[in-house]
């Protein structure tokens, strides 16, 4: 079964594709709540982290944690969120090969 998404531009993206972009936006977004940490700004919610982690964001939440060393103390994001990965890679598996 071939997955693809056709964007309104036109261009049709596979799901690999698709995935790598939102991974590499849910990496910026540690990286942007990290910027924010340090200068006492305004932050991004843990839930709305969270979110993008479960909606397939795991990896580039998990690796922007460890790169920018952000909310890795955090019991629930160093447990949480590679729970989440290894959930996305049997939502991924499900979704591409049945």
């Not at 340090?38 to 843990?46: M, N, P, S, V």
């Not at 979110?51 to 964001?57: D, E, T």
């Not at 629930?76 to 996305?88: A, D, M, R, Y």
Request: hydrophobic letters at 50%.
């Amino acid at each position: 079964m071939e997955l693809g998404v056709e964007l309104i531009i036109g261009v049709d993206l596979d799901i690999e594709s698709l995935l790598l972009f939102w991974n590499v936006i849910t990496f910026g977004l540690m990286m942007i709540d990290k910027s924010q940490a340090r200068k006492r700004g305004k932050r991004i919610r843990e839930r709305t982290l969270f979110l993008c982690a479960f909606c397939f964001g795991a990896i580039g939440i998990w690796g922007g944690m460890y790169r920018f060393r952000h909310k890795t103390k955090h019991r629930n994001f160093v447990v949480g969120i590679p729970l989440l990965f290894i959930l996305n890679l049997f939502a991924y598996y499900y979704f591409r090969w049945h």
